[in-house]
């Protein structure tokens, strides 16, 4: 099992470019999270999709972010325009189930910097 | 969910137990105790969950008091790659969102 794939693993853009960060959960989990992480925030959840439905975007921070799960093998998490305040780590995660009693898998993380 | 709180930084020796606190005093009788780390620059990694019950697999033994009002996380021997922040988060119900606090910095030495 090659766990949950994002890429690209480190992304610099400048300010007011698009930026779509990519994600491949395991196989077979219904459930998928997009988190973020800051030195401030910490890790926040942004969204969370179950059978490629978007159940909940209520840590999604404003209009300029976006998230897709176009089928169960793929969701991207795009940010346009991108603003210096969006540099952080974006964590993907998955799991079997979205009930507890499951524990959810992350993936490395895409490390963008916007200047 | 119940909030949870866990010392700022500990510190172990290679070789020794580690055993890492956590008070959720206000856990309802259907949310789960779970234990994630996170290495440096790495993403958060599921250890363990429990309900009620001791549990333990091949990473670390959850311990759960019986009033389910703390639990303590144990890493038998730990390694220096166990350096990382441990974060115990409750979650229970229909909740599916994993909630982290700041966690503990556990610091293994040589």
């Known amino acids: 099992d090659a766990g949950v794939i994002q890429s690209p693993r480190h992304e610099v853009t400048e300010m007011g470019q698009e930026v779509t960060l990519r994600c491949k959960p395991i196989s077979g989990h219904n459930s998928l999270f997009w988190y973020r992480q800051t030195m401030m925030r910490g890790l926040e959840l942004l969204i969370y999709f179950n059978n490629n439905v978007p159940i909940d975007d209520s840590g999604m921070p404003e209009d300029r972010f976006s998230a897709k799960m176009p089928n169960a093998s793929f969701s991207t998490l795009k940010i346009q325009p991108s603003e210096p305040r969006d540099s952080a780590v974006y964590f993907c995660a998955s799991g079997p189930d979205g009930r507890p009693g499951y524990g959810y898998t992350f993936g490395s993380g895409t490390r963008l910097t916007v200047v | 969910d119940a909030k949870t709180t866990q010392p700022t930084s500990m510190d172990c020796a290679e070789g020794r137990a580690a055993n890492l606190p956590c008070n959720h005093s206000?856990?309802?009788?259907?949310?789960?105790v779970y234990w994630y780390r996170q290495i440096h620059s790495q993403g958060p990694q599921y250890i363990i969950h429990?309900?009620?019950n001791n549990e333990t697999n091949e990473m670390a033994s959850l311990i759960i008091t019986e009033d389910r009002k703390s639990s303590t996380l144990i890493l038998p021997h730990a390694t220096l790659r166990d350096t990382a922040v441990y974060y115990c988060i409750v979650r229970g119900g229909s909740n599916y969102k994993l909630t982290f606090g700041k966690g503990t910095l556990l610091t293994v030495n040589p």
């Open positions: 206000t856990i309802s009788g259907n949310e789960y």
């Open positions: 429990g309900l009620k």
